[in-house]
């Protein structure tokens, strides 16, 4: 397995622009999750979904970040419109939430800039 | 909810030292306490766990110790080495459970000196 993989992995954008970022977890894995990290915050969980359903956005800054998870195998992390305080690195990461071991298997991040 | 506490937030210690990093935690329905280490410009990844039924574990230099009742954990690292040096997390969660989120620690930058 390839792991979890994001896209973009680097995003450069100016403030006012929409930004989405992608995951793809692990497959068979059911529970996936958005984080940000930033030096000033630290690893902020954002949204978690359970069999592509949202569980818990309690995270989620405000009504400029959206997510999605229209299947098992993808989901998305939106801003609109973005602003420079969104700098950061967005992590996903996946698991099997019913197994003897709750691991989370981080994605690689994309690091996104905003002007 | 679930509160988890870690300190200190940076350690600096001597190559060949031992390094101790200490956790809370608020909900006594935690069950699993893994942690994670991260390495500058990498992603966080899992290093040890342990479960609420054991109260330590050993993994080479790596030792977790669990104290239930005092909801606290600590993550041991002796014969530290430069390549120890990271970002440590510590974190809470409920196995077996619907809700299957990991509440992390705020995290302790480690420096080995040489």
């Known amino acids: 397995d390839a792991g979890v993989i994001q896209s973009p992995r680097h995003e450069v954008t100016e403030m006012g622009q929409e930004v989405t970022l992608r995951c793809k977890p692990i497959?068979?894995?059911?529970?996936l999750f958005w984080y940000r990290q930033t030096m000033m915050r630290g690893l902020e969980l954002l949204i978690y979904f359970n069999n592509n359903v949202p569980i818990d956005d309690s995270g989620m800054p405000e009504d400029r970040f959206s997510a999605k998870m229209p299947n098992a195998s993808f989901s998305t992390l939106k801003i609109q419109p973005s602003e420079p305080r969104d700098s950061a690195v967005y992590f996903c990461?996946?698991?099997f939430g019913l197994g003897p071991r709750n691991e989370q298997f981080f994605g690689p991040g994309t690091r996104l800039t905003v002007l | 909810g679930e509160n988890v506490e870690q300190h200190p937030s940076t350690l600096s210690v001597q190559e060949g030292d031992s390094a101790v990093i200490k956790c809370t935690y608020s909900?006594?329905?935690?069950?699993?306490f893994p942690w994670y280490k991260q390495e500058l410009g990498k992603r966080p990844q899992l290093i040890i766990d342990i479960r609420s039924n054991v109260g330590e574990k050993k993994d080479q230099r790596i030792a977790v110790t669990l104290n239930k009742t005092a909801k606290h954990f600590s993550l041991h690292i002796t014969e530290t080495q430069p390549e120890d040096s990271a970002v440590y997390f510590c974190a809470a969660s409920i196995l077996y459970s619907s809700a299957s989120k990991i509440i992390f620690g705020s995290g302790t930058r480690l420096s080995i000196r040489p």
């Open positions: 990461a996946s698991s």
């Open positions: 909900d006594s329905a935690s069950n699993y």
């Open positions: 497959s068979g894995h059911n529970s």
